[in-house]
């Protein structure tokens, strides 16, 4: 190869390392987003004070049902925690880290499967949504999308 096609090369690997660091960026952001609605929805469960939909009004219905929590363990923690580790990993994978990038993409893709089974659940089972549960799935859903671009969509070269 020429100095000059060593330099393209180089500037297209670098380019691709930029994008995938842009996508990994917005991933930490939105997880952020999550893990502030994770953590209003935490608060206000240990309060004990009733949380007011705005938007929708089914937030009680959801957040006081049999489907709200594994056993003992209200389902708004859980969340946080997956939030806070899409972040961390999403901030490591920005860095390079490769174990991360594919820790990521399995936890999002578990993340996925969980909103989407709880949002039938609000649907067809409980009949009522909950506006911060819809934004746990939306940010879920960027989350899946965005992980999917960087790992599968072809680099340019």
């Not at 939030?83 to 399995?106: D, E, H, M, P």
């Not at 089974?117 to 746990?136: E, K, R, T």
Request: proline share 3%; with cysteine; glycine share 6%.
């Amino acid at each position: 190869m020429s100095p000059r096609s060593d330099r393209i090369a180089a500037d297209s690997r670098g380019n691709a390392n930029r994008r995938a660091v842009y996508v990994f960026l917005a991933i930490a952001a939105l997880a952020l987003i999550g893990l502030a609605d994770s953590v209003y929805l935490t608060v206000e469960h240990f309060a004990g004070r009733a949380v007011r939909c705005t938007i929708t009004n089914g937030c009680e219905e959801v957040l006081n049902s049999a489907y709200s929590t594994i056993g003992r363990i209200p389902l708004a923690p859980l969340g946080a925690i997956a939030y806070f580790l899409v972040f961390s990993l999403a901030t490591l994978s920005a860095f390079g880290n490769q174990i991360t990038r594919t820790a990521l993409l399995y936890l999002v893709g578990l993340m996925l499967v969980f909103s989407i089974w709880l949002f039938i659940v609000q649907a067809f089972v409980l009949h009522a949504f909950c506006q911060f549960c819809l934004l746990s799935g939306a940010v879920t859903l960027s989350l899946a999308v965005l992980v999917a671009i960087e790992r599968f969509l072809p680099r340019r070269s």
